[in-house]
């Protein structure tokens, strides 16, 4: 079974692990690496080969904008964009495509990476 390739681009730290171990525990998941930079992430996604970016924005103008740029570059990736509370969250794809996840908790935001990743492989 391929691995959907995750990478991380999360902050603050407390979050991260969280995000990191939530990742880390599917079978059908890989973490590819963190990252912090947001200018680190343009080129990491690249060397990676990253299929999904899960970021934490620091604020809510910097989301589209990062995801925005990601997207120009790779076109094929998928980003889920967390608020740094995680009480909210946005899966960004190419073509301006985002969705809202309802109930951004561990399930939904699983559900909602396997399920455009497999909608994009077929």
Known sequence: MQKIKVL??????????????????QPDMEVMGEVIDPIELL????????????????????????????LADHPQLKIVALSRKG????LYESGSRQQRIEEP???????AIRDVVRTNAS
């Open 8 to 25: 991380l681009a999360s902050r603050p730290k407390m979050l991260s692990e969280v995000i990191r171990n939530m990742v880390e525990r």
């Open 105 to 111: 908790g561990e399930e939904s935001i699983l559900r």
């Open 87 to 90: 009480e909210a969250a946005t």
């Open 43 to 70: 080129l990491v996604v690249a060397e990676t080969k990253a299929e999904v970016v899960i970021v934490t924005p620091l604020d809510s103008a910097e989301e589209p904008r990062i995801c925005r740029h990601l």
